[in-house]
């Protein structure tokens, strides 16, 4: 929730157009592997409550509970130091 500025309520609310680039191809691809495989993981754009773009890493699995029900399981991480310290490694 910090990591988008949200309230746990208020990310529940969220529509992914809410919190990620919805039209960039990553995350289109992202989306297509994980109906097709019922896994997946990308780097996209993350976008906060303030509306900064931030660069992340998602994945997420799609399970079923003993109950038959259709869930999914998502991490996402911040990737903006890792990619500011490939930048200070390159030189």
């Given at each position: 929730?910090?990591?988008?500025?949200?309230?746990?309520w208020?990310?529940?609310?969220?529509?992914?157009?809410?919190?990620f680039?919805?039209?960039?191809?990553?995350?289109?691809?992202?989306?297509?592997?994980?109906?097709?495989?019922?896994?997946?993981?990308?780097?996209i754009?993350?976008?906060?409550?303030?509306?900064?773009?931030?660069?992340c890493?998602?994945?997420?699995?799609?399970?079923?509970?003993?109950?038959g029900?259709k869930?999914?399981?998502?991490?996402?991480?911040?990737?903006?130091?890792?990619?500011?310290?490939?930048?200070?490694?390159?030189?």
């Amino acid at each position: 929730m910090t990591l988008f500025e949200y309230s746990q309520w208020e990310m529940a609310q969220n529509n992914y157009s809410d919190l990620f680039d919805i039209y960039e191809k990553s995350f289109i691809d992202f989306l297509d592997q994980r109906k097709k495989e019922g896994i997946a993981k990308a780097e996209i754009t993350g976008i906060k409550r303030s509306g900064e773009t931030f660069p992340c890493r998602i994945s997420s699995v799609i399970y079923y509970t003993d109950a038959g029900l259709k869930r999914s399981m998502n991490t996402i991480v911040n990737i903006s130091k890792n990619i500011e310290a490939r930048w200070n490694i390159a030189g």
